[in-house]
């Protein structure tokens, strides 16, 4: 019998990684898809037992949908899209920057709607089929930091309703959003801020990346009503932060003593 697959985008590195790993573990066929990160892809992929990677560009539309459409033809269980892959990069409310908030809205919302269309129209599956959307916390807690990247997020969470409601007669379709607040380091944090930020939360706790990983499992077991949206932040969301955390744990530490 076939194992059930999964892709996960991003699957190479950092909160794709654990993922990927965790559905191994569980016993799935994992699709590791990477842009540069050829070499982390393949190792990972080599660690486990039934895993293959494919390179894409998700700056590129039509490459992103033909990379589902080829994987729909011979993918003979395939049960989950999760959309992890995403780009990270400043810019503030005072003004956009035309590149960044091009490459956000491409990468972070137009091609995961563009590759979970596909999928959902496209995929076989025995069981279920599950487009998973990685969004943010910041769709609840928003801040004038990183305005393109949440301007992106915000668009990405839009197109989970609508494709629940558009399968909302198909007993084996789902459409999930899975909202992570702060995980690993990012941006130019250091290991010491990552610490002091990351626990910034209702909960002062670091949210682990295994913690994304279970969330994301369960989802694509179909449990919940489609067009649900997990938030995996240790309560962050229910915050009202004038800042990204990066600049508030900084803000703290420059007023100590």
Request: proline content about 4%; charged content about 20%.
């Amino acid at each position: 019998m076939a194992r059930s697959a999964v892709l996960v985008t991003g699957g190479a590195t950092r909160i794709g990684a654990s993922i990927v790993r965790h559905f191994a573990q569980q016993g799935w066929h994992t699709v590791i898809h990477y842009n540069s990160s050829c070499d982390a892809a393949r190792e990972l992929a080599a660690s486990l037992p039934s895993a293959e990677t494919i390179g894409c560009n998700l700056d590129d539309g039509d490459s992103a949908e033909a990379m589902i459409l080829d994987l729909a033809k011979r993918l003979e269980d395939w049960r989950a899209l999760i959309n992890s892959a995403s780009v990270f990069r400043y810019d503030d409310a005072t003004k956009i920057d035309p590149e960044t908030n091009r490459q956000s809205m491409q990468i972070n919302a137009r091609a995961p709607a563009r590759m979970a269309q596909a999928y959902l129209r496209c995929a076989r599956s025995e069981r279920l089929r599950c487009a998973i959307q990685i969004t943010d916390m910041k769709l609840a807690n928003p801040n004038p930091d990183f305005f393109s990247y949440t301007m992106s997020k915000h668009a990405l969470a839009s197109t989970i309703a609508m494709l629940a409601k558009h399968y909302a007669d198909a007993p084996d379709v789902r459409a999930y959003g899975l909202a992570p607040g702060a995980i690993l380091a990012s941006h130019d944090q250091t290991q010491a801020e990552t610490e002091r930020s990351h626990r910034l939360n209702l909960l002062e706790r670091k949210t682990g990346a295994n913690e994304i990983a279970e969330a994301a499992l369960f989802l694509a077991q179909g449990t919940l009503k489609s067009g649900s949206t997990l938030y995996i932040d240790s309560g962050q969301h229910l915050l009202d932060q004038p800042r990204d955390v990066i600049y508030l744990a900084r803000a703290q530490a420059d007023s100590e003593p």
